[in-house]
Structure formats: C-alpha cells, structure tokens
C-alpha cells in the first residue's frame, strides 16, 4: 500500500474516533446542559470507520482469493490479533467495575451467560428490554465479525467470484431488515449499515483497478469535504428524523452517503508538510482502536470526578466536551503505545 494512502486512511481514523467522542461526550456529560441538535451529526464517525474496513480488508486480501484453507486460517488469525486481545481486555476490566460498582450501570446486570456471550460478540437482552454487550460500544465489532466471516466464506473462491459473493451478501444483509423482523438478536444485527462496508469494497476494487489509485486533485478534494459537511448538516432538514431511524434505513440516507463522500475526498491525501501536524494526526489514527474501546471508562472516570465538582454547572458545555475529548484520545493513544503494541507484537512474533 503506497505511503500516501496508508496517511490517508489513519487521517480518516482519527477524523472517526474523533467524531465518536464528540456524541459520547456529549452524552454522557451533559449535567442538565442542553445538547444542540447538531451534535447527533457527529454519530457518522462509525460509519466511516465500516467503509474504512471494508476498504482495508479487501486491499490486505487483494490477492488471498482461491487460495484454499490455508489464506482463510491465516485471514481468521490476522484478524483475532488485531481485534481481539483488546476487546477482551476492556470487557474484563469492565466486567470487574459491573462486579465492584454495579450502581454505575444502568440496566446492565452481571451474569456469567453474559460475560461468556459478549466474550463472541453476542448481545444479549436486559430485563428493560436493552440489547447489548458488556462493552456497549462493541456493537460495531459484532458486525465487523459477520463481515469477517462473509469475506473468509468468499475467499474460498476466485477473486472475480469471490468479491461478487460478499457484494451480494452484503446487499441482502442491508436489504434483510425490511423483510424480517422478529427476536432482539435480528433486530441488533439487520440495519443498512452493511452497506457501507460494501461501499468500501467496491471503492478498493476501483481502486485496484485504477491507474491513479483514485487520486483526486486539492479542488476536488475540498469541494467533496464542503459537499460531505453540507449534506450531512442539511439532509435533516429535508427528511427529518428521530434517532430510532438511525438503526434502519435513515442511517444510510444521512449518514453512509456523506460518510462516503468524506471518504473518497481525504483516503489519497498526502502527509502534510507540518511535522506536528502529521505525528499527531498518525498518532490519533493509529490508537483510533483502542481509544474507541476505552473510551466510554475514561468518559465515566471523568463523570465521576465532575459529578464531586460543585461549579460544574457553571463550566460551558463545550469545554467539558474538549475536555473529555482531549482526554480520551490521550489516553487511547497512551493504551496503544504502551499496551496494544506491545500485546500486537508479542501474539504476532508467535503467529
């Protein structure tokens, strides 16, 4: 993968956690502040992450197609690695606060069923009817899973054949919703969110086959950023919404399109020329995994602490934003330096 498109995408990473911790923040820390309508905007940051991953699975495994069993095992053991050291570190250290401090959780309630469960990515129902995992924000890995599994069931066959079968598959997993509608389970799993990683297949697929790899020149790259910011902040003005119908078709319509649009502006990008400004957008990206995964401890850490501060009701709503925001990537990027790479490391040295 060229330099310049390596940049690009850990840009689109840290453009995404970014956005993620925005709403999240918001969110959670509002302490009676009133919450503009605009932030709900900032929800689009997972759907950048799934074209992201649909983009970066399919140009790993460009050349992985029709290669038997043995390029399907080392496709599952590179993505266990990746994903799931992580993920299973922050359930148990959330697990163990569920255990210590259950007051801290709404309707989570602990159960070994529950743990076993969210452990493979499979949600379970809360006596208030909630559907989730341990780790709340692992939703998306659940349907990173089911995109895994399509993709190693596709690699079986030539890469022609192949990539039709998970274009398809996806299409009828984004379509499923609409026709079936029954247990919790389907009703966590069946969205339009599919979509967008099928948008990041068919873009590395173009990309592929491209004898400028998609490179757009500066105007166009601008006029496609102001075209992404200005459709995801008017479309609801066209067709509003409330936010059960981000979890079906809506989500696509405001959100996957401008997420799709930011996408093909900025994934081709060069490095900027400011060192600083490089570092710390490469740092960002890189810990955007972790910082996703760690993100909701350091925001509830954070509540904590202000809930014991008598003036924070006098601090603006945006600067506890910035705040938590500033401090959840910090500490992303601290776990990703100081754990994730050294736990990547050491299960790749053995692989």
Known sequence: MKKNIFFGITGLRAIAASLVLIVHSSAMLSFGHSISPLVILTNSGVDIFFIISGFIITYAHWNDFGGGMANIRKFFKKRTIRIYPMYVIFTLITTGILIAIPSLFFSLKYSNSLLLSSLFFIPSQMDNGDVTLILAVAWTLSYEVVFYLI???????????????????LALWSISHTVYQGE????????????????????????MHSENGLRVNKPLSYFLVLLSITSILTIPFHFPYDISELRGNGRFIYFGIPSLILFLALFNTGRPKTPIVSTSIELIGNASYVTYLSHFLTIGVIKFIMKRIEIIQSIPFSIIVIFSCITCTTVGILVHIFVERKVLGFLNSRA
Not at 151 to 169: E, Q, W
Not at 184 to 206: A, K, N, Q, R
């Open 184 to 207: 919790y389970i389907s009703e966590y799993f069946l969205s339009t969110l599919p979509l967008e990683f099928l948008f990041g297949v068919l873009l590395c697929s173009v990309f």
């Open 151 to 169: 993709f190693a069931i596709a690699m079986i066959f030539p890469r022609r054949y192949g990539l039709a079968l998970i274009c398809v598959s």
